[in-house]
């Protein structure tokens, strides 16, 4: 798969949450590559292959997969695009830590409950353009709520209001969540963290990928160390 994408290191800037502060988005560096993987995830979207759900994951945790969709959706709401950001992880959610946001209900809550509507659980993130559906109480069957018909209701009426939804998504080879939604999505991205993904565990999750009709617009490699 391509390279569509190079997150730069940002020595000393770990961050447990975003904040007006506190953005890695803020950092030229950063910020440029954001807008360099904007453009390649645009450059996918035609017509014929419209690319608006797009789920993010990684083979392992600990790659940096929450922090990219976070300012990735900063980054194109900034950038004048009605996108939502969905934390689809179920078992150890970041979203919400991310963004400050209360998690007492959320994507969990829409799938495990009747009569929950679109606006009890999209939240403003307090910056433009950027919406989020935080993961709500973590859920004892992550992986067959992921596959479910009430997911993919969800990703229709999300279509029909927003220009681009990102979806993090558990790694893809200690769970199969993410294999789970991906028949319901539009496109997958891949992230990679240099020298911390084993080569075995990349070639393994490229392997499980490949075998998914759905597209792969490519890898984003990060926290590269100039």
Not at 14 to 25: A, E, H, Q, T, Y
Not at 148 to 164: A, G, H
Not at 181 to 186: G, Q
Request: proline content about 4%; charged content about 20%.
């Amino acid at each position: 798969y391509d390279i569509i994408g190079k997150i730069p290191f940002i020595h000393g800037k770990g961050v447990s949450r975003l904040s007006k502060n506190n953005l890695l988005i803020n950092f030229a560096a950063f910020k440029e590559a954001l807008l360099k993987l904007q453009s390649k995830i645009s450059q996918q979207n035609t017509d014929d292959h419209p690319m608006k759900s797009i789920l993010v994951t990684s083979s392992v945790p600990g790659e940096g997969k929450s922090t990219i969709v976070a300012n990735l959706g900063l980054s194109m709401g900034m950038a004048g695009k009605n996108v939502i950001v969905v934390d689809c992880d179920l078992r150890f959610p970041t979203q919400h830590k991310y963004f400050s946001l209360p998690n007492e209900i959320g994507l969990s809550t829409w799938l495990t409950q009747e009569d929950v509507k679109l606006v009890d659980i999209c939240q403003n993130s307090n910056n433009p353009n950027t919406w989020v559906i935080t993961s709500g109480p973590v859920a004892t069957n992550p992986m067959v709520l992921l596959g479910s018909s009430t997911m993919n209701s969800l990703l229709d009426q999300l279509e029909k209001k927003f220009e681009v939804i990102l979806l993090d998504t558990p790694a893809l080879l200690p769970v199969g969540d993410a294999i789970s939604l991906s028949s319901n999505v539009d496109s997958i991205v891949l992230i990679t963290r240099q020298r911390f993904c084993k080569e075995n565990d990349l070639i393994e999750t490229i392997k499980k990928l490949e075998n998914l009709k759905t597209k792969i617009i490519g890898v984003v490699v990060n926290v590269i160390n100039n």
